[in-house]
């Protein structure tokens, strides 16, 4: 089967193959890892060579093993609060969206509560004060990043509810909730997913940072912002927080490269101009 022109942009094949590996190395971290990552058995602060390619930490744990077993902590826990938003985001968004009034009224004026904080400041000041956990992080990110989903379903729902096929079902006796499900939800999910592809690298950053300030993963968990902050520790060992860093930084890439994708397989006119460039 052909792929969609979209597709077959480098920019998307390098964002497809980046997260594709990241994701078999989540998956088979304890057949790839060369070492225990949590073992303290390696010469301390080894630079990288032969035998710890990503060298070793001030405890002696080898780094490529610590950054395998890191994706298996940082991309699902990534996944699930993104898939978390939108599912809180946008349920409360389509309520505001489709029944208005109060309900509009309520959920908006608590969307735009959150956004009077800075994003970074709020999320800190609710995770210090559930305690540092990485279960506490994702609520704190989760916190601060289902208003954004609610603001942009309930925009589309506005755009959907009044097109004539929503209300012929309404006429027709149908209940809020099939309305919502049958005619609106499948109209409204292309934006969505777009922006929760996006996402995934700012949930990613988001949940780095709070460990990284002591906040999320604690050791001797091997999260890639808690190896980054044991790194700084050890400066002129640059190895030490320079590979974790690498690995947030591809997989922030590699989501935004498929975002963009997305969005331009999804937008017609888009595609339409890629397909017409490509001939």
Known sequence: MKLPQAWRQPLA?????????????????PLLAPHDPLAQDLPRLASPGPGH????????????????????????LTVLLVALSVLVGGL???CAGY???WADETIMRFADLVFAFPTVILAMVVAAALGASLANAVLAVLVVAWPA?????????LGVREREFVISGRLLGFSAWRSLRVDVLPNITGPILVLATLDIGTALLLLSGLSFL??????????????????????????VAT?????????VLAFNFLGDTLRDALD?????AIKERAL
């Open 268 to 272: 017609p006119r888009t595609a339409r």
């Open 92 to 94: 409360l968004g389509a």
């Open 149 to 157: 989903y609610a603001r942009v379903t309930r925009g589309l729902v």
């Open 214 to 239: 002591g906040l999320g993963a604690k050791p001797p968990s091997p999260e890639w912002g808690a190896m980054v902050s044991a790194g700084v520790e050890v400066f002129d060992s640059w190895w």
């Open 53 to 76: 390619w990503f060298g070793t930490d001030q405890l002696g744990r080898d780094i490529l093993s610590r950054v395998m077993y890191g994706a298996r902590l940082s991309i699902p």
């Open 99 to 101: 029944f208005g009034k």
């Open 13 to 29: 094949i390098v964002g497809g193959v980046v997260a594709l590996a990241w994701i078999v190395i989540a998956l088979a971290a």
């Open 243 to 251: 590979f974790p860093g690498l690995a947030i930084l591809s997989v």
